[in-house]
């Protein structure tokens, strides 16, 4: 919302969405009803929040704002997956083993480092919905992208059948190994 209004759309703003309080972004089936099915049956549903409004329309230099408005939302995920290993450093090291809860903030911080970096990658995906298909769209000459729509347009249930196949298991493993430090610890 905020790279938006940068390049001269205001919708997001003007629709109570360029706010950092997760009531204006929760979305029922998606922040609730998924992650609680997931939680409860193991069934492999990924969750999601209010896309945010936004109208291309606006956008000064539109090429150059899709692309910065798309890649904020993966390079905001990566800025806090960095974040957070700042903090699983520092908390690893200055934190005494004595602790008591310092096994509970290194799990935390790994989790937290963990699901940052992979939902930056998936979200790097050039498949529609994500961010990383508006990314492709607006880097491609024109004629590609018209037939990228029309490629999308006929298998936009992709996205939901690869993931239910587990087809991006491999944005996982990369950053698996940072689970068992924290598991370690």
Excluded: C
């Amino acid at each position: 919302a905020w790279v938006a209004r940068f390049f001269g759309d205001n919708t997001a703003e003007w629709s109570g969405r360029l706010t950092l309080n997760p009531l204006a972004h929760l979305d029922p089936i998606g922040t609730v009803l998924f992650p609680l099915i997931n939680m409860i049956t193991g069934v492999p549903l990924i969750g999601w929040a209010k896309p945010v409004p936004i109208d291309a329309r606006n956008f000064r230099r539109y090429r150059t704002a899709q692309f910065w408005v798309s890649a904020a939302g993966p390079l905001s995920n990566f800025l806090l997956g960095f974040l957070g290993a700042l903090a699983l450093a520092t908390t690893h090291y200055l934190v005494p083993e004595s602790y008591e809860h310092k096994r509970t903030i290194l799990f935390v911080a790994v989790s937290f480092i963990e699901m940052n970096f992979a939902l930056g990658l998936f979200n790097l995906l050039p498949i529609p919905p994500l961010d990383g298909s508006q990314i492709l769209l607006s880097v491609l000459p024109y004629n590609l992208t018209v037939k990228l729509y029309e490629f999308w347009g006929r298998f936009q249930f992709l996205l939901f059948i690869l993931v239910f196949m587990g087809a991006f298991q491999f944005i996982f493993r990369p950053i698996a190994p940072l689970a068992e430090i924290g598991r370690a610890h």
